[in-house]
C-alpha cells in the first residue's frame, strides 16, 4: 500500500508518452524522477541519495511503500520510474510470476537477514514445537529457511537455497513449526512467536541489530557480489535512459556510503 509522497516539485503536471519515454526533462523541478522504494532503511538511504544529486540540481520525488509488491505494480503501471527496495531473486520471481520487463542498472544496499528473541538467548534453546516466523514472500521465506538450516535448527534437502520451502526440510527432530508472515510485520510479531527472521530493513526500525541482538545473522560481507545486495530497478525501455545511471551512481556517493556505515551499524552495507 502507498503510503506517502515526499514531494519535491510541483504536482499534476502530466507529460505525452513519447517524452516520458525519451526521458525529457527527468530530474527537474517541473518533472521530478519518481523513485519507489519501501519505508524504513531503504527510504533512509534514499533520501540521502535524493540529497546527493539535488546537489546538480537533479530532482527526486520519493514515494513510500508498505509491502514488497506494490512499489512493482507502480513502475508497471508508470506511476513511478524507478525502484530502489527488491533483490535479484526477489525481482527474478516478480518477473516469473507477473511477467514484468525490468532490469537493474545499480546497486544500492544489503540488509542482512538475521534471526531475533525475545525468549531465548540461545537457537539451540528453542523449545520442541517452537514456533518460528519467517517472511511469506518465497525468496525471502527461502532465504531464512536456508539461514536457520545452517545454523542447525533442521536440515533441507541437499541442494536447497532461496527458492526453498517448508516442504524441502527433511529432518526436523525438534518439531519446529514455521509461521509465515508478511515480512513487514514480523518485527511486529516478535513477542507472539519464539524466534523470527528479519531483514534489517525492518529489524533495524524496531530496534534488532543483527551484530548485538540476534541467534543467528546472515554476513554482510561481500556486498558487491552477495545475491540479496538489493537493485536500481527500471523498466527495460529505460535502462540506457541517463536519468537511470545517475540515480544508480547516487548509491556510490562516498557521503552515502558514509551515512550508511555510521547510521545502521552494520546491519546495512553499502553494495555500490
Known sequence: MLRRSLLVAAPGLVLARGALAQ??????????????????????????????????????RITEFSDFIQPNVALQGGEIDANTYQHQPFLDAQKAQRGYDFVPVGKTVLTAMAVFSRKVKALSDLPNGARVAIPNDPTNGGRALVLLAEAGLFKLRAGADFRATVADITENPKRIRIVELEAATIARAIDDVDAAAITGNYAVPAGLMPGRDSLVAESAEGARTNPYTCLVVVRRSDASAPWATKLAAGYADPSVKEFVEREFGGAVVSGA
Open 23 to 60: 526521458g525529457a526533462n527527468f530530474g527537474t523541478a517541473s518533472r521530478p524522477l519518481r523513485v519507489g522504494v519501501t519505508s524504513g532503511v531503504h527510504a533512509q538511504v534514499l533520501e540521502r541519495v535524493r540529497d546527493v544529486l539535488a546537489r546538480d540540481n537533479f530532482v527526486v
